[in-house]
């Protein structure tokens, strides 16, 4: 009846080289099976919908497993250190951490929104399109009562950075997007 296999809960187990995961396990967590090197074959259960940081790191025997449609996310370094020379990635899948898998591992998306990212992970990609008035004159006088109250301590003046107003502007304007 448990829905997830605890952290490191096989970690460097030399001996392991067969696994099935039982239906009903929902999530892999952190190094379950990290460094168990010997392992060659893992059976996952179709209800699997996470597998965690390092759940299967460095387990340098593994060259093949099959990934449940259903599964929704694979962590950073999932699958590093395996010898995985191709994967075929469920539609389902929604994101995919950095190092997720060895370089040399060929991945097989079926979803084709899922778009490489800057930093190497995978992730549904999307275009969102706002407008926005950006508040210029609002931060100025902003800056202007501060310099009134600075001036009344007998402090001098601060001037407007502009890198950093820039910066203010462009977050606001996402934050837009995440709330209404």
Do not use: H
């Not at 990934?67 to 020379?85: K, V």
């Not at 097989?108 to 969102?128: C, F, H, R, T």
């Amino acid at each position: 009846s448990f829905t997830d296999l605890g952290l490191m809960a096989f970690a460097r187990c030399s001996a392991l080289t067969e696994v099935t995961i039982p239906e009903g396990v929902e999530y892999i967590k952190n190094g379950t099976f990290g460094e168990c090197r010997a392992l060659q074959q893992v059976s996952l259960p179709k209800t699997l919908k996470e597998i965690w940081y390092q759940a299967f790191f460095n387990c340098a025997s593994l060259d093949t497993i099959s990934l449940p449609g259903g599964i929704t996310s694979i962590n950073e370094q999932s699958f590093w250190g395996t010898a995985l020379p191709e994967i075929i990635i469920p539609e389902s899948v929604l994101f995919i951490g950095k190092d997720a898998f060895p370089r040399k591992t060929v991945l097989n998306l079926e979803n084709p929104s899922l778009a490489k990212q800057e930093d190497g992970s995978y992730q549904i990609a999307v275009s969102v399109t706002i407008s926005a008035d950006y508040g210029y004159k609002e931060a100025f006088q902003v800056l202007d009562l501060v310099n009134q109250e600075r001036r009344k301590q007998g402090l001098s003046d601060i001037k407007m950075d502009q890198g950093l107003l820039k910066a203010a502007m462009l977050r606001a304007a996402e934050t837009s997007i995440y709330y209404s």
